[in-house]
């Protein structure tokens, strides 16, 4: 399933394959949360920005429009009409964002609709049934996601209860993929690792959960209230313990900087919805910064969002003609944005990629970590 094929200090080259093909690591996965990407984008256009791996969430999908008809209309991937790879995350994060009123216990967790306050309840069996239905290629294990700080022994209790959530998953997925009619037999279970910032309980449940021999490993519940370093130590003592030979996956993380960094300490996968909620607001990644394309002094500017840029937007439109859609309130400069920052995503894994291939990214990442981060 993954191949490594070249390392430089603890970054790594690889290649990642699934039922609905291969995709090449380091890489980006653009965020579909419901199926879709936010600003008006389709699976066409996302082959075209150069994505690889689709990401949608279990949680959304399941209330809306039900799991069980995506199952009935063939599955996510003819429900979308995205042909490549499909890794669906599990609902934790969702249930502890979006959940006003939850309750977990060692059975699952029970919380209230976002979208009309019915009380749902999710078990990890439920998690899995849910995206077994989806047919996603990689499903994500069901884990409780704790916002920052956090008490020493709640985290303990949350990790530990995560860790025996995984083992029930990966018996419900064996057990689904092993019967006729599961809409992918190929799907794969990805284990999480919780913790908080606290090393000693991350590394703890590492190693726990490393013994069930999965297919891929994440590292979750990071980048929702610590400091950046605290997230790179905290993947810094994580990574010691994931094993070598599967791919790592680091979740919901994050700025252009923060994956050059997560390259360079060993992770393979990362997603975010910053790329598409960004452009939505018209803050657009450059190969030199952040630009705020709304900012009055682009009102006149003939160039392009990024010169150096090869994106659909950037070789047919100015600065000046996004600026007046975003001004004016067409719905285009949304699409166009967002179709800018996702092909600069994609790109920026690409240029990292090929760095890795011809053993610079120690340069790459001393010339563009940081710097792509800034505001303009």
């Not at 699952?108 to 996603?136: C, K, T, W, Y």
């Not at 995560?162 to 037999?185: D, F, I, Q, Y």
């Not at 449940?205 to 590292?219: E, H, K, N, S, V």
């Not at 047919?316 to 092909?343: C, D, P, Q, T």
Request: proline letters at 4%; a neutral charge; charged letters at 25%.
């Amino acid at each position: 399933m993954f191949e490594i094929i070249k390392t430089e200090g603890r970054a790594r080259r690889g290649r990642f394959t699934t039922p609905h093909g291969s995709a090449e690591t380091p890489v980006f996965m653009n965020v579909g949360t419901q199926a879709a990407i936010k600003g008006g984008l389709s699976a066409r256009d996302l082959r075209e920005l150069g994505c690889q791996i689709e990401l949608s969430n279990t949680y959304h999908l399941h209330l809306r429009p039900g799991d069980e008809r995506i199952r009935e209309l063939g599955g996510l991937h003819k429900f979308m009409d995205w042909r490549g790879p499909i890794l669906t995350d599990s609902g934790g994060f969702q249930i502890f964002s979006l959940a006003k009123l939850r309750k977990i216990t060692e059975e699952g967790a029970a919380f209230n609709s976002h979208i009309d306050g019915r009380r749902v309840f999710m078990s990890p069996e439920d998690s899995i049934r849910i995206q077994s239905n989806l047919g996603s290629d990689i499903a994500m294990a069901f884990d409780e996601c704790i916002g920052l700080p956090a008490p020493y022994g709640y985290v303990r209790d949350s990790a530990l209860r995560t860790c025996r959530w995984l083992a029930r998953c990966k018996a419900e997925l064996e057990r689904l993929s092993s019967m006729e009619g599961t809409v992918n037999p190929g799907q794969v279970l990805f284990g999480i690792n919780q913790g908080a910032t606290y090393k000693d309980i991350r590394c703890d449940t590492m190693d726990a959960i490393a013994q069930l021999d999965l297919p891929g490993y994440a590292i979750g519940g990071l980048a929702v209230g610590e400091s950046t370093q605290e997230m790179y130590d905290t993947i810094d003592a994580v990574e010691e313990h994931m094993p070598k030979d599967r791919p790592r996956y680091l979740m919901g993380v994050g700025t252009p900087s923060n994956i050059i960094e997560g390259v360079y300490r060993g992770i393979d996968f990362f997603d975010c919805v910053m790329p598409a909620r960004n452009g939505r607001h018209g803050h657009l990644f450059t190969w030199e910064g952040v630009i705020n394309i709304k900012n009055g002094k682009y009102a006149s500017d003939p160039d392009p969002i990024d010169s150096a840029c090869g994106c659909p937007v950037c070789r047919s439109y100015s600065r000046a003609y996004v600026r007046h859609l975003f001004v004016s309130g067409e719905i285009l400069g949304l699409r166009l944005a967002v179709a800018h920052n996702l092909w600069f995503y994609n790109e920026l894994m690409a240029r990292i990629r090929k760095s890795l291939d011809e053993g610079s990214f120690g340069a790459f990442r001393e010339r563009y970590s940081g710097v792509l981060d800034r505001r303009i």
